[in-house]
């Protein structure tokens, strides 16, 4: 049967990012076209009918004139568009995957396929910002099933490239979920890879809300911009890696879905447990540990959503056919003193160096005990003392500057590590006792400061819970790249007061 | 306090039409401001602090070089930006009605306040397309309660332009929602308008889903791009208009709202009859008759659904103060028997001019009835008898023709009426009688051939249902505006087959 009406358009390479390919299309080739804003045109090579993309119509007026089109220049690479510029555009249908949206905001259960078309849908930019927005609205509202997470998961996974191992050990694992600060896992993975059976190749994101991410830290000290070849060889090599999760294409799918659910901080239980499973499907690892870190400030409040969290993730591990065990960790109090990238790194090789041992080296050493008993190389209840044993003697420092070379060394001593320029004391203003910490208020003030796109930006806490403090007495220190971003952070934080002092007599009745 | 970092950058004005303000920001600005794609920047004018405008950041890398900024002409305007180009960027809060649409998703009512300043950021363009999918589709899934469908309408209405009439009498008014073809609406207005006591401003939408709206099919006989004046103007001369409702503000939230509903053919059913009510609020109507049209192919499928929209609609008016009356219809066969701009508009002037008396004619006395009951101006039961009268006896075709004159003429007689240059009838293949005639498959098939943007576009049904076919006799006529749209028309209709002609026997079995 014929096509639906086309035009033959010039084009015009148009660089936006997006995460959806858009077009933009001049009013009246639109109403030619029969497409309003955010419907969807099939654009075509005319030398090369079987390249094609799918298109979101953004409509203009005088940007682009009538018969000229703008498109992304992922779509212009896309069509193989060569010094022809010519496209032929026209409507297309809704995506397949459109029904099962409105399926799941019906409230029904999706089915494999069905969600394998969606993820591939997604995967091709064929959903709109908005197709898009309202899925995962609608997951957030109506909740997944254990075999929805599986078929997401599976999907996201079938989806990505496979890191592929040539190793003879077990490949293991850990990821921690909801936003505590301190980077415990740049110390677990040295330990874990002082053993000759385990491969602890770590991919990590970026910070999304927090003032550092994994990725975000372990790039103050090495190159975590990996191919998946060189992690291969990194891993192979020293047993070890962290490096950015984004460099390959393990998960595009999910890349995209975290787009929209970002700016809502908006994330859908099910999705979450998907796209961390989906990972770690990828990276082939066979033993995880989830942290699932417990607090006020935390995404996890109470332990009865720790709990349910925690059952899934073992429930769809299962069905996936990874071994994972979840632990709840209490994270009333910050994990370790700092925010911020480089801050956060330096703590990390302070730790290691023997400098000292705080709740920061507790829970690294408790997690990595997980780990080592989850794979039998110690006895049950022995898995935390190797761990710190690994830390004393210095193994683990000197496995992580192994790593450290291998990815690509920046520093691999924490004095040398470079922080923010500029700083200030936040003083107290009263004497009295640290009534609260806040994660949250120090999350604020670093990203205040620049966190964290500015590697040196972040806040040190100097204080400890319920610590007495005299008028004068330092309270955190805030580090920025440049003294307007500092004197906002200052001014912010002294209105959030991440830091509350307070006196223990409220009020005096004469 | 402190403001966030910002920059001084150059202002280059770019023309999307997107539905919230949008800026594109190259990458290492984006950086240096701390932002990502959908994040928000306020911008300002160096020379005028007190303009201001919140735009969603885009990210570009080459489009706009750094120190550059592309902003929308829209945002160009508010910034009053006269020659000097620079203007100031920094990032944005959240707005405030941010934590109300993640309270929707969790399911809690809003209150009043909250949706006010919902309405007010939507309004004010604060929302990003993200946060208003998000808004809409929690709407979709967990519903609205009276109290806050009354709310969205009142604030709707509050934030838009309102219609006074300076007359004496009733301001009455009718609504069909979902999606049956036939303008019914453009048979009763110049019927209500022939009564001294009664006016009838009836301000219709362009088609969103279907062949033709109200607003369309009036335009091809007259102008409907009214100013507010103008309307009252005509309206107090003629007692009736038909005009495009877009052309005032009398509802520019909802407009917004119906951008990102559209595409996804996601109407939440309380925001609906606040998009409904909010107008008739506007218009200052008093008492208003709501067609809710009840059939397959119509958006309200069953009675219990009809029963609970019309009981919804009366119980909002009530707290509006207007007077409101629902009716269910029946919309299992199509209205009139045309599908498109310019063939509804002829059908309407065919059935003023008395040349037949069809289901299309019968139902607009019907409504006409209830309105005339509903203000009192006839006895109870005597309603579609006196709108009967007045089609017959050539008051209501008078009626319409000064409505048209006062409009701004374009045709008011059926055979003037232009239709698409090129049609083509489709003709039974075979033997049998009509088993089906289907609403959606002629609004699909008007759709192919160019409907609604091509007026002269559309279908013409030819059988009635139950009735006999031989083979070769004319099923449909297709009518369109360029040869290539009829071809695919009338190819895609013979899939779809909007018409099923079968056989009594079904299969013989020897």
Redesign the interface.
């Known amino acids: 049967?014929?096509?639906?009406?086309s035009l033959t358009l010039k084009a015009n390479s148009?660089?936006?990012?997006?995460?959806v390919v858009v077009c933009?299309l001049n009013?009246n080739d639109a109403?030619?076209l029969?497409v309003?804003?955010?419907?969807r045109v099939v654009l075509t090579n005319p030398n090369n009918k079987e390249t094609y993309v799918s298109a979101v119509v953004?409509?203009?007026?005088?940007?682009f004139k009538q018969g000229e089109i703008g498109i992304s220049s992922q779509a212009h690479n896309e069509l193989q568009l060569g010094n022809d510029k010519n496209i032929i555009a026209c409507r297309a249908d809704k995506p397949e995957s459109y029904d099962y949206?409105?399926k799941k905001?019906n409230?029904k259960e999706l089915t494999f396929d069905e969600i394998k078309q969606l993820v591939d849908d997604i995967k091709h930019n064929k959903l709109?910002?908005?197709?898009l927005?309202?899925f995962?609205?609608?997951v957030?509202?109506?909740g997944y099933t254990i075999d929805e997470i599986y078929s997401m998961a599976k999907n996201i996974s079938d989806n990505g490239k496979q890191l592929e191992l040539n190793v003879d050990g077990i490949i293991v694992d850990k990821h921690s979920i909801g936003g505590i600060n301190g980077r415990a896992t740049m110390i677990v993975v040295p330990i874990i890879s002082c053993f000759e059976e385990l491969y602890m190749p770590k991919t990590s994101s970026r910070a999304i809300t927090s003032a550092s991410g994994t990725a975000d830290s372990m790039e103050v000290l090495a190159d975590v911009n990996l191919s998946a070849q060189k992690l291969q060889e990194v891993v192979e090599k020293t047993h070890g890696a962290m490096v950015w999760g984004g460099a390959f294409d393990f998960a595009p799918v999910d890349d995209k879905i975290i787009?929209?659910e970002?700016?809502?901080q908006?994330d859908p239980e099910g999705q979450v447990i998907a796209s961390v499973l989906s990972k770690k499907l990828s990276a082939g690892a066979q033993k995880v540990v989830i942290d699932v870190p417990m607090g006020k400030d935390m995404k996890v409040k109470t332990l009865s959503d720790a709990e349910r969290i925690s059952g899934s993730f073992v429930a769809t591990g299962k069905k996936l056919g990874i071994d994972v065990r979840a632990i709840i960790t209490d994270a009333s109090v910050p994990c370790g003193n700092t925010f911020g990238a480089a801050l956060e790194a330096k703590a990390v090789l302070e730790i290691l160096e023997g400098k000292y041992y705080d709740n920061l080296a507790e829970k690294a050493c408790e997690i990595a005990g997980e780990l080592l008993e989850l794979c039998n190389v110690v006895e049950k209840g022995q898995g935390t003392q190797k761990a710190k044993e690994l830390l004393k003697n210095g193994k683990a420092l000197q496995k992580m500057k192994e790593i450290i070379a291998a990815q690509g060394k920046r520093f691999d001593n924490s004095k040398d590590v470079p922080l923010g320029q500029f700083y200030e004391d936040v003083l107290a203003v009263k004497p009295g006792y640290v009534r609260e910490i806040s994660i949250a208020g120090f999350t604020q003030t670093a990203?205040?400061s620049?966190a964290p796109?500015d590697k040196g930006a972040g806040v040190i806490c100097m204080q400890k819970q319920n610590s007495s403090v005299e008028k004068g007495d330092v309270l955190y220190r805030i580090y920025a790249e440049?003294k307007?971003?500092l004197?906002?952070a200052v001014?912010?934080s002294k209105?959030i007061e991440p830091i509350k002092v307070d006196q223990i007599i409220l009020e005096e009745i004469n």
């Open positions: 049967m014929s096509k639906p009406y148009v660089d936006l990012e997006t995460s933009m009013e109403k030619v029969g309003s804003s955010e419907d953004n409509i203009v007026k005088n940007l949206i409105k905001m409230g709109s910002t908005i197709e927005t309202a995962m609205t609608a957030k509202i109506n787009k929209i970002r700016p809502l908006m990203l205040a620049g796109f440049n307007d971003k004197a906002y001014a912010y209105k």
